[in-house]
């Protein structure tokens, strides 16, 4: 049979579902692998479920010269060299559609967390220092009525528009292609310029791909327009910001406050974060519900399938730029 390595743990369901179709090799105890570690397990690979920890790049494709498809479990792929990958014939797969409302709920609630001071004000509370309400205590920013702006709108960022709508928000996106006129329509959203965006926008929200054309798409300068009394939230991927200078923009009150759930060098993160309360972190759990991490994993199993099983185009083929 052909061998499939799965390199993190996933569901039950999943493990079985490949079982019934090849020789699989999975890490269910989910240790983090070293790298020589994961190189000799993959050496006679046809298929590879990948986590988005896993840096798939000549090392790793010279390591498995079997290698067919590498499918990996996430939306986003900046883990995987494509262009490596499709020069030596090797099928690139994502899951995306799937988690498209789960992440759009935690979008918002990462919003609301940042602008309401969630978690600076629960913090305050289990330290002991609540001892009587008064007027002015944990002021936040009000989410009804006010401006997002959307830097990116397929289909996470048009699912947030939905549930922006239904809380009264007026809905900016920037994006180099216009959506339709329906769509936009349908969604009470309007196509702005960046500067724009950034200057009228109340929160700025970022849920777009990283790529070299969006390294860094938001830094000091682009702080600097946005609103003193605007939030920035970051569910997207590390390097779209300049973590650096949103730090500066934090300590130095340019803007209110962020919600962050990407960093650039995930896991590491910058130390200078945990000392602000004006930020609200969670590590990269946009999609972390039990019935959306099912269905990631199941989507990544069903691209191996495709492909290895049934000589088929996987559903979920990433495309060289």
Not at 139 to 147: F, K, P, Y
Not at 256 to 268: K, N, T
Request: include cysteine.
């Amino acid at each position: 049979m052909r061998k499939v390595v799965v390199t993190r743990e996933v569901f039950k369901e999943t493990i079985d579902f490949l079982e019934a179709h090849f020789d699989v090799l999975s890490n269910q105890e989910d240790r983090l692998l070293g790298r020589e570690e994961l190189l000799c397990r993959i050496s006679d690979a046809e298929g590879i479920q990948t986590a988005g920890s896993d840096q798939v790049d000549d090392e790793f494709l010279d390591a498995a010269p079997k290698l067919r498809i590498v499918a990996n479990t996430a939306v986003g792929y900046n883990n995987i060299d494509v262009q490596a990958c499709s020069q030596r014939g090797v099928i690139v797969t994502n899951t995306p559609g799937v988690l498209d409302e789960c992440v759009a709920d935690y979008a918002f609630g990462l919003m609301i967390a940042a602008c309401r001071r969630i978690g600076e004000s629960e913090r305050y509370l289990r330290s002991g220092q609540w001892k009587a309400m008064y007027l002015k205590q944990m002021l936040g920013l009000d989410i009804n009525g006010a401006t997002l702006g959307l830097v990116g709108f397929g289909r996470i960022g048009q699912a947030i528009a939905k549930r922006a709508n239904g809380f009264g928000m007026r809905v900016l996106y920037h994006t180099r292609s216009r959506v339709s006129e329906s769509v936009e329509r349908n969604l009470n959203a309007a196509h702005v310029n960046k500067p724009q965006l950034l200057q009228e926008s109340d929160v700025v929200m970022l849920i777009l791909p990283y790529a070299k054309e969006t390294h860094h798409i938001i830094g000091e300068q682009e702080l600097s327009q946005m609103k003193s009394k605007s939030v920035l939230v970051n569910i997207a991927r590390g390097g779209i910001v300049d973590d650096r200078a949103l730090i500066k923009a934090l300590k130095e009150k340019t803007i209110f406050a962020a919600g962050l759930d990407v960093y650039e060098g995930e896991p590491q993160l910058d130390p200078e974060f945990l000392k602000l309360e004006n930020v609200v972190l969670s590590p990269h759990i946009g999609s972390a519900s039990e019935p959306t991490r099912r269905a990631m994993a199941m989507a990544a199993a069903r691209n191996l399938v495709a492909v290895l099983a049934n000589s088929e185009k996987p559903i979920n083929l990433v495309r060289p730029n």
